[in-house]
């Protein structure tokens, strides 16, 4: 058998995270190993995004968020797929572990695929926000994200610094009702869902939806990228509009005098009201700098 046909085979673990009666009748078998073949000349990547397609069109898994997936070859080390590779060369998608940080690392990023790509291309669209919370509020209970060392969140920061340059592209054409219109709004480009001190960006470019999960303050801020923190975020966003956090506060004060305090709101509302305030002063510079003109023609000397 020569290279270009022979086959490796990866167990696919798939376990359920819901209470077996609230799954639906088809899917309550799933839970358990499986082994599926895929070709050895594909790249690691492609061929953890190959045995898992294999897998869902052979047991018809219909709500993924129902299941976690963890995915091994003979070894033991886990594959990661953020993306559907164009080719075989995807080798930089191949994220294993080799037992340096524990293996429950990847799989919130696996779940966040499978659960992103579902809902975003699928029909459920008011879970979309709360899914991302919850995977994240996951990730950062077991450590996934923030580490529970230095050491660790340095590593795990050097395993996903490409994830975080490389976030995982969705369609471009989700169906009208679909998640990333409930997240994003038509006129929106991009949104952040805050949850505890991780940031969740939701990204629509030309190619398709961008989902990422960044954590706040790891060791060498690679994890994060850039404008991922919530105070480079809120930085950058200051800067760009020209105003300030404090003019901000202000006009949410008159605006919300019986809301919750400003710096109590999460990140991404804070955002939407930095938003505002800079479309309103804008608008009031517009106004000002009319009604001095015409001030000034009026006191001119006839």
Same mark, same amino acid.
């Not at 069109?57 to 003979?74: A, I, M, R, S």
């Not at 994830?163 to 409930?182: F, I, K």
């Given at each position: ?5 022979e086959v ?30 895929v070709q ?60 340096? /940080? ?9 779940? /966040? ?56 592209v969705l ?42 999960? !960044? ?42 005098? !019986? ?44």
């Amino acid at each position: 058998m020569n290279k270009a046909t022979e086959v490796k085979t990866l167990q696919i673990h798939a376990v359920a995270v819901v209470p077996r009666e609230d799954l639906d009748e088809d899917d309550r078998e799933i839970p358990g190993t499986y082994e599926v073949t895929v070709q050895r000349d594909v790249s690691d990547g492609l061929a953890a995004w190959a045995a898992l397609e294999a897998f869902h069109e052979k047991n018809g898994v219909e709500v993924l968020e129902d299941f976690e997936f963890h995915v091994f070859d003979p070894v033991r080390q886990i594959y990661l797929d953020q993306e559907e590779p164009t080719d075989a060369e995807g080798d930089s998608l191949r994220y294993s572990y080799e037992g340096k /940080l524990s293996d429950e690392l990847p799989t919130m990023r696996m779940r /966040l695929t499978l659960d992103v790509s579902y809902y975003v291309n699928g029909t459920n669209p008011k879970r979309l926000a709360e899914m991302l919370e919850r995977l994240a509020a996951q990730g950062i209970e077991n450590g996934m994200l923030t580490g529970s060392s230095s050491a660790q969140v340095a590593e795990y920061s050097m395993q996903v610094q490409e994830v975080a340059n490389e976030p995982q592209v969705l369609s471009p054409h989700p169906a009208a009702e679909s998640g990333s219109d409930y997240v994003l709004k038509p006129e929106a480009k991009s949104c952040w869902i805050s949850v505890d001190s991780a940031a969740v960006h939701v990204v629509r470019t030309d190619e398709g939806v961008i989902v990422d999960i !960044h954590a706040e303050g790891s060791a060498n801020g690679a994890i994060a990228g850039s404008g991922a923190t919530y105070s480079e975020i809120e930085d950058e966003l200051l800067e760009a509009e020209g105003i300030t956090l404090e003019d901000v506060e202000m006009q949410y004060a008159y605006d919300w005098p !019986h809301g919750p305090a400003f710096f109590s709101l999460p990140s991404a509302d804070r955002a939407c009201h930095i938003r505002a305030a800079a479309q309103r002063n804008r608008a009031g510079v517009d106004a000002f700098v009319r009604s001095q003109r015409e001030e000034s023609g009026q006191s001119q000397p006839a």
